[in-house]
């Protein structure tokens, strides 16, 4: 397991950008496949992106695709989230996951796929 940090959430009106980041240690980042989940008050953890550890390949849950964008530098450990076109039903916490491993490209849309979770943070979409 890696530690990881989430940063950029907040409070936001519907319609505007925001980035989150989340950052993991230097000697494991080019080494991790990455996630991105969500989860609002009494709701299951919901999967929002995911991409591999050479940045080629990713994937998206269906209620963000087109509007949020996953991103990640190796050279700054940190890990992209982009959200366009905010909606008020994208409030939730928004938590990093990661995961050691050996392929440059695969990835994973499940919880039970990643075994490093950040503490969350919350972006709050007002109408």
């Known amino acids: 397991q890696v530690q990881l940090v989430e940063s950029g959430g907040g409070l936001v009106q519907a319609g505007v950008s925001r980035r989150l980041s989340c950052e993991a240690p230097?000697?494991?980042?080019?080494?991790?496949?990455m996630g991105w989940f969500r989860q609002a008050p009494g709701k299951e953890r919901e999967f929002v992106g995911a991409?591999?550890?050479?940045?080629?390949?990713?994937d998206y849950g269906a209620s963000v695709k087109g509007r949020f964008t996953i991103s990640r530098e190796n050279a700054e450990n940190t890990m992209y989230l982009q959200m366009n076109s905010l909606k008020p039903e994208d409030t939730a916490t928004y938590y990093c996951?990661?995961?050691?491993?050996?392929?440059?490209?695969?990835?994973?849309?499940?919880?039970?796929?990643?075994?490093?979770w950040g503490q969350g943070t919350q972006v709050t979409v007002s109408s």
């Open positions: 991409i591999s550890r050479n940045g080629e390949v990713s």
């Open positions: 230097e000697r494991a980042f080019r080494l991790l496949r």
């Open positions: 996951a990661a995961q050691l491993t050996a392929s440059d490209i695969d990835i994973r849309t499940d919880v039970d796929g990643y075994d490093s």
